[in-house]
């Protein structure tokens, strides 16, 4: 059978026998390995990505702790500020106590000592009183006798 | 090179080519032996010049072309995956660049246009557009081939011819419908039957385009007068344009069809039962 336009059907099959020698041709000896390549490297970046990534979230989760430490120092040593404050306070006021009592005692000390003085001389002045009211009415008594005897 | 020297060698130069110009003007070509219109009907039909596949049998002139850059490209190729592929590089030079933009472009095409099912059709479309392209660019070497009776012919584009053209148009049908069948069963083989028309319209669409370019060519060669410069516009005009727009169309399509053909469809009863569900 004649087909219009010269079309002849050996030729044909052997174009498309052509066609697929070169097509298991280029896929074996171009196409595959240059894909693999290609897609080897591929997957290297995107392992490189995937790692890197992850070197990130590791940095920024060490980055997040180490904040939240600071952070949790800052509070710890405001805390620890705060009660040794106190402490002093406290220590402070029990020295102002302290003070307060030593010199209350003190006070009441020289208050009893001055008292006991007063009272001692006092004791005193009344005994030399006494002694030179004794040695005048003996006075007055001899001059008395004296003059009764002059007489 | 001395100035003196320089304008010697021009003006032999421009002698020499004015020379060869007037002689080639003057001095009356070889007796044609067809008329245009013989030499136009021989570039669409090939029905006289013809050469011996091996003894075995006379074929069209394209056959040769085709198995010749065949075998060019496969040795290309080995040459590459020999002697290139072992050293190619993470960060790639010139030409591992252009090899991988190559592989790049045909692979991202086959993704772009089936997502689902696209490994296959890669290397397919890979093989076609580089068969298209580098084999529509062979016409311009104009290798010599002699045909049974004893003339002298430049051997033409593959695919200028409408046997490969038929066949190109028919191999990426056959792959279409493969891709159909692997990607959704005999659902899929029947989408593709649908498609019947696509193996005559690629084949006639490469034919066309690239008889087009023949013919103008056949026309400019046939005339001496026009045989100076212009071919070298025409050439560049009918033959390297027409390679790479023939190459993207017919890759284009065959991704296009076979991404149509092996997308899996929803099952219409899944949707009825979401639509009652949403009710």
């Known amino acids: 059978m004649s087909l219009p336009l010269n079309i002849d059907l050996q030729q044909i099959l052997l174009h498309m026998l052509n066609l697929v020698l070169l097509f298991g041709g280029l896929y074996l000896i171009l196409y595959k390995p240059v894909k693999k390549f290609m897609d080897d490297r591929a997957k290297k970046y995107e392992e490189a990505d995937a790692a890197a990534g992850e070197k990130l979230a590791k940095a920024e989760a060490l980055l997040k702790e180490a904040g939240d430490k600071l952070a949790n120092a800052e509070a710890e040593i405001a805390e620890k500020a705060e009660r040794s404050r106190i402490a002093a306070e406290e220590k402070a006021e029990s020295i102002i106590e302290d003070a307060k009592k030593a010199k209350k005692k003190m006070l009441d000390d020289a208050e009893d000592a001055a008292q006991r003085e007063k009272n001692t001389m006092i004791n005193d002045a009344r005994k030399e009183i006494a002694e030179l009211a004794v040695e005048a009415a003996k006075k007055v008594l001899s001059e008395k006798a004296g003059e009764k005897t002059d007489a | ?279």
């Open chain 2, 1 to 279: 090179m001395t100035k003196k020297r320089r304008i010697i060698f021009i003006s032999v130069w421009l002698l020499c080519a004015a020379a060869l110009l007037i002689a080639s003007l003057f001095a009356g070509g070889a007796q044609k032996n067809e008329s245009i219109k013989e030499t136009m009907r021989d570039a669409v039909l090939h029905g006289d010049n013809r050469i011996s596949f091996f003894g075995i049998k006379d074929v069209n002139p394209a056959v040769i072309s085709a198995f010749t850059v065949t075998g060019i490209l496969l040795l290309v190729a080995l040459l590459i995956r020999v002697f290139a592929l072992p050293k190619f590089k993470t960060i790639p030079g010139k030409f591992q660049t252009a090899i991988e933009a190559a592989v790049g472009f045909f692979d991202n095409l086959a993704k772009g246009n089936s997502p689902h099912k696209n490994r296959f059709l890669g290397a397919y479309v890979f093989t076609a557009g580089t068969y298209i392209c580098l084999g529509t660019l062979f016409e311009l070497l104009g290798l010599q081939a002699v045909t049974t009776s004893g003339a002298s012919i430049s051997l033409p584009a593959p695919l200028a011819d409408i046997n490969g053209a038929i066949a190109m148009g028919v191999t990426s049908y056959l792959i279409i419908l493969s891709g159909g069948i692997f990607g959704n069963g005999f659902k899929g083989f029947l989408s593709a039957l649908k498609e019947f028309s696509l193996p005559i319209s690629m084949s006639f669409r490469l034919f066309g385009a690239l008889l087009s370019g023949l013919l103008v060519n056949e026309l400019v060669y046939y005339y001496v007068g026009l045989s100076i410069a212009l071919p070298v516009v025409v050439g560049v005009l009918f033959t390297a344009i027409h390679a790479i727009i023939q190459t993207y169309v017919l890759t284009m399509l065959t991704a296009v069809f076979y991404g149509e053909v092996s997308e899996k469809t929803e099952k219409p009863k899944k949707i009825r039962k979401d639509r009652r569900k949403e009710k």
